[in-house]
């Protein structure tokens, strides 16, 4: 009976003063970001990216927009972790999906007007609590893509890398 006492105080204890993780089941989020790739075309990149995970899936609809009329969009779904305090966290993601390049954005002149491809992707970045909604952060993410020629019927295909700043909107249980 001693035993079960001290288990429930315990518990109670840790329940009543230990701090929060911020642990979320669910979230959803929205966050505008600027960037810079490093194959394609050089210009720096504006965009935004709408997401929402469970546990530890993730899933995302990712758009930037590039000089000269030049864009790409992703739809990926993966894992993602995030590790950290309430404050700060570093995260972690991982995915594959479809990817949609506009202008030939990332594979320059070899690309067409527009086409499509899968695209698989990892990245990790860190991120700052600004208040209880709003996050700042700072990532690189890297991929992998491969494209249908539009003339011959040879894939394209090519890696890239992502640098990018991004303020974060979200909400979560």
């Known amino acids: 009976m001693k035993k079960l006492l001290l288990g429930i105080v315990t518990v109670v204890a840790i329940g009543l003063f230990a701090t929060r993780a911020d642990a979320k089941i669910a979230a959803v989020y929205a966050s505008g970001q600027g960037g810079i790739q ?3 075309q050089n210009d720096p ?3 935004f990216e709408l997401g929402a995970r469970v546990l ?3 899933g995302y609809l990712d758009y930037m927009s590039f000089g000269d009329n030049q864009a790409v969009s992703r739809g990926i779904f993966g894992l993602r972790g995030g590790f950290g305090t309430p404050a700060f966290r570093l ?3 991982g995915g594959a999906g479809a990817i949609h390049e506009e202008r030939g954005a990332l594979t320059g002149a070899l690309g067409a007007p527009s086409r499509t ?3 698989a992707r990892l ?3 860190v991120e700052g609590r600004l208040n209880p909604v709003l996050w700042l952060g700072f990532g690189v993410d890297g991929e992998t893509y491969k494209f249908a020629d539009s003339t011959v019927s040879t894939p394209t295909q090519g890696s890239d890398v992502l640098a990018s700043m991004k303020l974060m909107f ?3 249980i």
Do not use: C, H, P, Q
């Open 56 to 58: 530890i899936f993730d």
């Open 170 to 172: 979200e909400l979560g």
């Open 38 to 40: 490093s194959t394609g």
């Open 123 to 125: 990245g990790a970045g």
């Open 91 to 93: 995260v972690l993601r």
């Open 45 to 47: 990149g504006i965009g």
């Open 117 to 119: 491809g899968g695209v």
